[in-house]
Structure formats: structure tokens, C-alpha cells
């Protein structure tokens, strides 16, 4: 039987252990699929070939979590990175929590904050399938 | 495709419960049954929503049970999955199998025990109704989209945030206004006087969403019963009929184009106006799935009431109050009634039906009694998106 996908979940967690962002470059309309998908996110189509990105991208929106879910210990920050090659990834942001509060006056200043992706590696829990790989944005 | 009308409606008191799911679901679908004098052998098929009963008491495989427990027979009986949104697809479903003429008379609900799970195990299981690899291994929570939304939205629309949180405080200060008066809410005889302040200063759950500007974990059930228009008459003199029903759905939220104009909404909502023939400014009472303060506002734009980036104004300004149009959540809402997720489509639908009737509670009753309501329910992150529009009227 054929294998549809080109990058699958585990690649893209191995290539993010190294710091690395994986995505598929579709070879019908040009764009950019991440996290991986059997077909292109833009266009539906098939033809893709695997491509490291550059990890760039900018704060698309973020919050500080509080209330965490089991396994998981606050307060830590989730953020959507627009990467600079087109698509839309979830990560950590590696930033002082306390400035990204509403304390903060000027916290929606990091809406637009460039950032490239490195990783962290959380424990594993009974439904995880192993450790979690999460993409780690750093402020540039 | 064959009109269809709901005859009875039932819904448990929302909180916490020593029963266990197939209790909950049963005590709410007897009275469903009694209320549409259907007799057990009427019954064709059920369709449940349940999202964690595995969790919650390590029951899998409902269906069987229910249908035991009723004395349905040995009648097929179908777990619906959809996150939040369970009870909607499942109650779709069965409207969709008697539309086409397969079935007659379908019984569809669901149940839930969320607070059994307590707080950690609750956020952990539902946040696996987003994508688990890229989202939920992140530790992102459902409170924790809808601050990222709510982040969002003061963004785009260039509404200074703390201004936008006294705009979201209104959508908690409504809908406990009006869950504090609904003897099966939650937080019946709560929190019915909040201030701006109240919401704003309570405790910080997901920067900038408090825990005011969120719903909360709840057990309980509810459920419907579905039937053709033709021999609705025959159970009851008020039937309630299904004029349009939507689902749409979407992957995660990178995926999405616009976390603030979800796209999975727009098309569930679209489908469900195009079949009714109507649109939003149809709709007298609107049952909105206001899991979070941010929630609300971004639903009532999605689904075509407000323009894009004014929903927030709208309920400051008390347009979506009763007294407003459409009034949104007079029943309290997830907010102030609770959100048993497996069960809260069908307790939307429990209200609707009964503010049709005129018998809702005081001070959740509109006046005069609506004509064309509807229902949107959520699952995960814009996920699962169902609506139904439910009229007094057959089309
Ligand atoms: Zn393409």
C-alpha cells in the first residue's frame, strides 16, 4: 500500500529535537504546509516535497496559562507564530511571564515581535505516545 | 426531505450530581418522554453525546445502556463525539434520519460529568479536543484559545485591551443575570448583580480570561425528542419545528485563517439559514455557545448578527439582553446555567422550546414568546460547529 505522507508527525518532532522546522513545499500552488498534513493546507494537493523552514516568524497572539492541564506545570506562555514562509504554528514563548500579563500595560506589543523556533522537550504522559516535542519561540 | 418537529424536551438541574451519566441521561429523557407521550415502543433509534465517560467513570459504549435503562428494546443506539458540541451533531443526526423518512420518532440528548474529573484532569481531557501533536502537547487549554483570541481581536480592531475586557465583562455580568433566575442553572441564585469589577479582579485563569469571564465544569443531561411534522400532532399541541440545520468543521488553529471570524462557524451557520430560507435578522432568541466572554462576542459576529469587530459593543450596549435583538442567552448561557459538554446542545435546545411554549422561568421568559429561535454550538477549537433554527411555525 502507499504511504500519502511525505513528513509525519515523528519526522517533524525529530527535526524540532534539532531545532529544526519541517514543513512541505506544495509542488502545485508554491505554499507551504506545517505541521505536516497529507496534502497541501492551501490548495488540497498531493504533489508535495519536504522543506526545513527558516524558524522565523512573528507573535500572531498569545496567553499566559494559569490554570494548566494535569501534567503540565504553570505558568508558562502559549503563542501562534505566523512563520515567515506562510503558515501558522502553535509553540511556547520563551519570555518574562510577568510581561505578558495585563499587568503589563504594553503587553500587546508582543502581537508583531519577531521570534525564531528552537524546542523544548515536556515528559511524556499516558496518552502523549512518547515525550512532547514542542516548537520554543525565542525573541530575536 | 420530510418537515420535522420536537415534541418534548427534558434537561436535569446543571451542577453537580451523585448520578452517573446514563442516570443523568435517562432523568432528562423521561421527561422528554413524558412530555411528548411517546410511549418506549415509539422509539427508533438514540443518538447520545457523551465527550468523556471514559474519564470520567470508565464507561465507554453508552448507547446499550441508555436503551436498557428506558426499555427501548433492542433499538440502535449511537455515541456522539464532538466535543462541546455532541449533543447538537447527535440531536442533526436524528433530525436529518426522520427528514429522510428512515425513522419515524428518534430520541437524542446527551450527558455529562465533567466535575468529576476535577479541575486538572477536566482542562487536561478538554484540551485533547484540539489537534493533540500540535496543540495539545503544547499545553494550550480551551480558556487559554479564547484569551488568545480575545488578544486577537483588541488587535485587529485596534480596541485598546483593557477597554475590550469591560466590553467581555458584559457577556459574564448577562448571562449570570439571567442564570441566577433559572431554577436549573448552575449558579441559580448566584452572581446575579456582577459588576465590570467582579469580572475583571476575579481570579486569572488564562491571561487576559478570568475566572468570571468563564463557564464552568458541570454535570447534567438533557435531551429531545425528534419526530416527524406529520404525526407531531398526534403527542402534542406544540410542536416545535426544525427549520435548518448546520455543521461545519475545521483543523487546528493554525490551520484557520482567523481565529476571530472562524470559518467553520460562518459555514454551519450559513447552511443552517440557507435551508431555513431565513437570516440573522430572523432570529428572535439565540441560544449562543458562550463558553468564554470572548467566545460569545466572536459567535454572535460569525453567525451574521453584528459586523465583524462590533459584537463586543453589542453587549455593552445591551443589544443582546432581553429587551435586545436577538436576545442572546436568556437562559444564563453556559456561563450561568453550566456546560455539561455532552449535554449542552440539547439543553440549548431544552430552552428555546420552552421560551416557544412561554413557560421559562421568570426573568428568562421573553416577551412576546419568540417565533424563530436557534442554536450554535461549539466543539474544540472551532472543531465541530453545529447549528439548528427552531421555529413555532411549520415552513
Ligand atoms: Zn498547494
Redesign the pocket.
Known sequence: MKEYYILTAKDFYDGLREDKIFGLR?K????ITCPPLPT?Q????KDLEKTELSGMGEILTFTLIDVSPEGFEPHYIICMVKLDEGPTIMGRLDYDAEKATVKNERSQELIGMKVKASHVVLPADVYSGGEKIVPLFKAL | MRDVAIIGTGQTRFGRWDKSNTELFCDAALEAMEEANVDQKDIEALYAGAVFPTFEEGQCNIGGHLVESLHLGNIPATRFEGACCSATIAIRDAYMWVASGFYDIVLAGGTERALLMGTSLATKTFAMAGDCKYEGNAGITFPGMFAMAARRYSKIYDIPLDKLREKMAHVSIKNHKHGALNPLAQFYQKMGNLKVEDVINSRMICDPLTLMDCCPFSDGGAAAIIASADIARRYTDEPIYILGAGQGSAGHLGAQEDMTKPASRVFSSRSAFKQAGLGPKDIDIMEIHDCFTSAEIIASEAIGFFDWGKGADAVEEGQTDIGGRPVVNPDGGLMGKGHPIGATGAAQVHTIAEEMKGRAPKGNQVDPVPEIGMTDTLGGGFNTLAHLILGRSRR
Do not use: N, P
Open positions: 506544495c502545485e500552488c508554491g505554499q497541501c492551501w490548495c488540497g494537493s
